[in-house]
């Protein structure tokens, strides 16, 4: 079985102090249509307040810092893909970060734009990001005509286009989960990394060394991969093996 295998792979660093970076929609609670709804439930806050306690434990998202808190509390946090950072009470922006969020406000202040041409579209200000939410759009030539636009609006202002789950994303640019996790890990140390997105096999690839798992089955290059209702299993299994 194949908790048995990342068991027992954990099971041999488990003494060597591993840092442990997890992520949030898709891995430790379900995608949703209504994102704005995705509120850690009793069970997962016994799960992160036990990993805080005896690991060294990020929450890795691409949501914004205030929301990613305001679903978890004031846990170590990377937000916005590695935006910005929340580290044992300390808030680390990237460079040029305030730039992208007066360009964001200025996108959200002015998405009616977007809103008349695309009625079932949601837009979502992240204070250094916008998501364009596809969730309610079943239209394939409407998706296609909303990609060309953001695709635009993003070389228009100097931001990434990324495309997820019923998603369109405008990110600060050069920013990536990887280079996020390995700005702040301990080579010296191992580590574990969880996530089920695109941008999580970033994270994978920029730190080939760690344990991946990847969440789903999608072709990825995680040494491992799980069904979104194992991922819960396999972090009660870790607090039982410590």
Do not use: W
């Amino acid at each position: 079985m194949i908790l048995n295998k990342i068991l027992s792979t954990i099971k041999q660093i488990r003494d060597l102090e591993p840092q442990i970076f997890l992520d949030y929609d898709g891995t430790l609670v379900p995608i949703i249509n209504d994102p704005e709804k995705s509120y850690a439930d009793s069970e997962l806050f016994y799960i992160l307040d036990y990993f805080f306690r005896k690991y060294e434990t990020f929450v890795v998202t691409g949501r914004s810092l205030n929301e990613i808190r305001g679903f978890i509390g004031n846990y170590n946090i990377i937000a916005l893909h590695g935006g910005i950072y929340y580290i044992n009470g300390n808030i680390i922006e990237v460079y040029n970060y305030q730039k992208y969020v007066n360009v964001c406000n200025n996108i959200y202040d002015n998405r009616d734009e977007y809103l008349r041409e695309f009625p079932n579209l949601r837009v979502y200000n992240k204070n250094g990001g916008i998501l364009f939410h596809m969730g309610n759009i079943k239209n394939s030539d409407e998706r296609r005509g909303l990609l060309k636009k953001v695709k635009y609006l993003g070389a228009r202002v100097n931001m990434d286009t990324y495309m997820g789950k019923d998603i369109l994303e405008l990110r600060i640019p050069y920013i990536n989960k990887g280079e996020a996790i390995k700005r702040i890990r301990n080579t010296s140390r191992p580590a574990i990394i969880i996530g089920d997105d695109i941008t999580d096999e970033e994270a994978f690839m920029e730190n080939a060394d760690a344990i991946t798992i990847k969440v789903g089955n999608e072709t990825t290059v995680a040494k491992y991969s799980i069904n979104f209702e194992l991922v819960r299993e396999l972090l009660i299994d870790i607090i039982n093996i410590k």
